[in-house]
C-alpha cells in the first residue's frame, strides 16, 4: 500500500526497505499501529463496509476536553461497527472502554470487537461475551 519502498527479501539472512517517509516510520515503529493498520486493512479488504476510517476521535463534550480514540469504525449500512485493537495485555478497563464509548456513540445495533495479540484470560473473555463484545485473537 505504498508504506515502504526497495523491499529485499534474502531468505533466511536479511530483510531490507526504505519508510515512504519519516511519519510513516514512527507510525509503524509503534507495535501497537501495526495491529491497527492490519484491522484497518481487514475491512477495506472485506469490501463490505460502506466506511472505513482508523484513529476515531469521539468527544463526549462540545470543547473536546472528554474524548475517546477507536481505533477502526466501519459502517455497514447503518450499522456501526467499533474496534478496539490491543496488544498488550487484555484487562477490564479495554474491555469497559469499548463497550461505553460503542454504546454510547454507535446506537442501538452497535456491534462490538476486540482484536488482541495475546491471550485473554477465561474471566475476561466471559466478560466480553456477556457485554456483547467479539474477540478476535490475532496471532
Same mark, same amino acid.
Given at each position: 500500500? /505504498?508504506?515502504?519502498?526497495?523491499?529485499?527479501?534474502?531468505?533466511?539472512?536479511?530483510?531490507?526497505?526504505?519508510?515512504?517517509?519519516?511519519?510513516?516510520? /514512527?507510525?509503524?515503529? $509503534? *507495535?501497537?499501529?501495526? =495491529?491497527?493498520?492490519?484491522?484497518?486493512?481487514?475491512?477495506? $479488504?472485506?469490501?463490505?463496509?460502506?466506511?472505513?476510517?482508523?484513529?476515531?476521535?469521539?468527544?463526549? $463534550?462540545? &470543547?473536546? =476536553?472528554?474524548?475517546?480514540?477507536?481505533? *477502526?469504525?466501519?459502517?455497514?449500512?447503518?450499522?456501526?461497527?467499533?474496534?478496539?485493537?490491543?496488544?498488550?495485555? &487484555?484487562?477490564?478497563?479495554?474491555?469497559?472502554? =469499548? $463497550?461505553? *464509548?460503542?454504546?454510547?456513540?454507535?446506537?442501538?445495533?452497535?456491534?462490538?470487537?476486540?482484536?488482541?495479540?495475546?491471550?485473554?484470560?477465561? /474471566?475476561?473473555?466471559?466478560?466480553?461475551?456477556?457485554?456483547?463484545?467479539?474477540?478476535?485473537?490475532?496471532?
Amino acid at each position: 500500500i /505504498g508504506f515502504i519502498d526497495g523491499l529485499k527479501i534474502v531468505p533466511g539472512e536479511s530483510v531490507a526497505f526504505r519508510f515512504r517517509d519519516a511519519n510513516i516510520r /514512527g507510525w509503524l515503529r $509503534d *507495535v501497537g499501529s501495526v =495491529l491497527e493498520l492490519y484491522a484497518y486493512k481487514a475491512c477495506i $479488504d472485506a469490501d463490505i463496509f460502506n466506511d472505513v476510517i482508523s484513529s476515531a476521535v469521539v468527544r463526549w $463534550d462540545d &470543547v473536546g =476536553l472528554v474524548s475517546n480514540e477507536i481505533d *477502526v469504525m466501519a459502517m455497514k449500512g447503518s450499522i456501526p461497527i467499533f474496534i478496539s485493537c490491543k496488544n498488550g495485555r &487484555v484487562n477490564q478497563m479495554a474491555l469497559y472502554e =469499548l $463497550d461505553a *464509548v460503542a454504546n454510547r456513540f454507535g446506537g442501538k445495533y452497535v456491534r462490538k470487537e476486540l482484536s488482541a495479540t495475546q491471550e485473554i484470560t477465561p /474471566g475476561y473473555l466471559k466478560r466480553a461475551e456477556e457485554m456483547g463484545i467479539i474477540v478476535d485473537m490475532q496471532k
